[in-house]
């Protein structure tokens, strides 16, 4: 691997105009952006890979028997970087780079090795089992036709799982020294993988075509990334003793975190499950509009969280308690002026959102208004899914791993409780799902900043609740003025039955609401709105978070 790492780093080099990709990102903000700017391009193609399945394979078992077999392998990868790399490694080796750089890349060594081989034994328990898997994920509902057909699928993903694995990590390493960019870079080219797998091997390989597409997709997650390894000094070393006291701080604190990811994810495989008991076909609602809402948590809640968490770490000693809670706060306001409108946004436009996404001849109008309804009861929960990243990161950053698993494990008890009796008892549709998601996630939110108070010492309430209040009101307004001229456009001005008068329907209504946002904003006198004008005017590179901040304030 060492000398593979080498010939590569020597033939790819990073020079001339594209040089501005291996400058580091300084600050939050600066970093936020380009995670952000990456992250809404991903998730387009993902929406654009989302409408190709559908357009190719329908609203049919055979698209959700797809999705079952990407969960598992899916959830392995979760537990595995979510769990360990992406939180807990970054804080640690962020210090050890400071005192030690060798000592630092060594440990970096070995919690690749180490994470490598974990995931060889759990993809190798995967391939080997993976009938039994669909099996069990299936609740004994599929046939074994179809059972057959997931176990092949999801085989082919455990494939490109260990790829991703390996470029993760190196993303983690790169994100230790503040390049955002590329690693933002990297799931765009998964995402482009996937198509062309997509649209080049369908006509041959049917629906293993899109599993194919993964692999090439996470090749090219990986491969964008080694260059710029050149610029971070990394060194890889092929170590006796995999276990050095830095790589047995890092795995100390991962347990909790673990436990964490994996109640996450098997919560989420649960919700699979019951939707495959309402029908196959209901597990493509549920993804089709978990993949819409999700588009603001992933753009501005996670992008704010990651690129909060090295700063964070930076001030997590008690002497700096201030200052973390100064950088917090000002993140929480920021996260929740730009997710709250997206909020207010699907709630109302929930219908031509997903008939302008997913509005393919095999997406029949019955599939359309319960993506909607689940679309709708998902809306609710955009502010607290957001700020969960960044109150877990405020935790990581304190290296205080077992608080969020707490938290989580009492919600996730709470959410699957919730999802088994509106299903199993009530026989309600598949949107329930999305209500129980949106109940646990805003009890989740609550009590992680509970927690998180009484760790600090305490917040001054006002100051986290009065703009938190003012966005919220104006949000609320905002959703009033996206409907009446939706209503109006769409009863007396356009025929919306067609594509383009849609959009310009939904574009109208949504340039209304967004104008009157930042209008009652503005008349509310919002500070950290004028903070965030101000940041995006004036930050300099050579100016640091705090600095901007206080010259502000």
Do not use: C
């Not at 455990?158 to 994100?175: P, T």
């Not at 230790?176 to 649209?199: Q, T």
């Not at 170590?239 to 673990?258: A, C, D, G, Q």
């Amino acid at each position: 691997m060492k000398k593979f790492y080498k010939n590569i780093t020597n033939k790819i080099k990073i020079r001339g105009r594209w040089s501005f990709i291996a400058k580091a990102q300084k600050t939050i903000l600066s970093a936020a952006f380009v995670i952000a700017l990456f992250a809404g391009l991903s998730s387009i193609l993902g929406f654009v890979k989302g409408r190709m399945l559908i357009n190719f394979f329908g609203v049919s078992d055979e698209l959700g028997i797809f999705y079952a077999a990407d969960r598992v392998p899916n959830m392995v990868y979760s537990i595995i970087v979510a769990g360990a790399i992406s939180t807990i490694f970054i804080p640690v080796f962020t210090d050890l780079l400071k005192k030690d750089k060798k000592e630092a890349w060594k440990t970096a060594s070995n919690v690749i090795n180490i994470t490598l081989i974990s995931f060889l034994f759990l993809g190798g328990f995967l391939v080997i089992f993976a009938y039994p898997v669909m099996n069990l994920l299936s609740l004994g509902e599929l046939t074994p036709e179809q059972l057959k057909l997931g176990a092949g699928l999801m085989r082919i993903m455990v494939g490109s799982q260990l790829i991703l694995i390996l470029s993760s990590l190196l993303s983690s390493i790169l994100q230790s020294h503040k390049f955002f960019l590329v690693p933002a870079a990297a799931p765009v080219l998964y995402n482009v993988g996937m198509i062309v797998g997509l649209i080049a091997l369908s006509g041959k390989y049917g629906i293993y075509a899109p599993a194919l597409g993964t692999v090439v997709g996470a090749a090219l997650h990986l491969l964008i990334q080694i260059p710029l390894l050149k610029k971070t000094s990394f060194s890889y070393v092929v170590s006796k003793t995999l276990l050095n006291k830095e790589t047995r701080k890092i795995f100390s604190l991962v347990p909790p975190r673990i436990a964490s990811v994996v109640l996450t994810q098997l919560s989420i495989v649960v919700n699979n499950s019951l939707a495959i008991l309402i029908s196959p076909a209901s597990v493509v609602i549920l993804k089709s509009a978990s993949q819409v809402q999700f588009l603001p948590v992933n753009i501005f809640g996670a992008s704010m969280a990651l690129a909060s968490l090295p700063v964070l770490a930076e001030h997590a000693d008690t002497s700096e308690h201030d200052k973390f809670k100064r950088i917090f706060i000002t993140t929480l306001h920021q996260t929740a002026y730009l997710v709250l409108p997206f909020s207010a946004l699907m709630l109302v436009l929930r219908v031509p959102i997903v008939r302008i996404v997913y509005g393919v001849a095999n997406f029949p109008w019955e599939a359309t208004i319960e993506t909607a309804l689940t679309l709708g009861f998902f809306s609710l929960s955009i502010f607290s899914q957001s700020v969960v990243y960044l109150f877990t990161r405020a935790f990581y950053a304190l290296k205080d791993t077992t608080t969020p698993v707490t938290v989580s494990l009492l919600t996730i008890i709470i959410n699957t409780t919730l999802s088994v009796f509106f299903v199993h008892f009530l026989r309600l549709g598949v949107w329930s799902l999305a209500m129980s998601y949106t109940i646990t996630s805003l009890l989740d939110s609550i009590l992680l900043f509970y927690k998180l108070d009484r760790k600090l010492n305490g917040f001054i309430l006002s100051e986290v609740l009065v703009p938190l209040i003012k966005i919220s009101t104006a949000s609320a307004m905002m959703g009033v003025f996206v409907y009446v001229p939706m209503k109006i456009l769409d009863l007396y001005v356009l025929d919306t039955s067609r594509t383009i008068q849609l959009i310009i329907t939904t574009g109208t209504s949504a340039a209304s609401g967004l104008g009157i946002y930042l209008l009652l904003t503005k008349l509310l006198k919002v500070e950290e709105v004028n903070l965030f004008y101000k940041l995006i005017l004036k930050i300099k590179p050579k100016k640091t978070f705090q600095e901007v901040v206080s010259e502000e304030q």
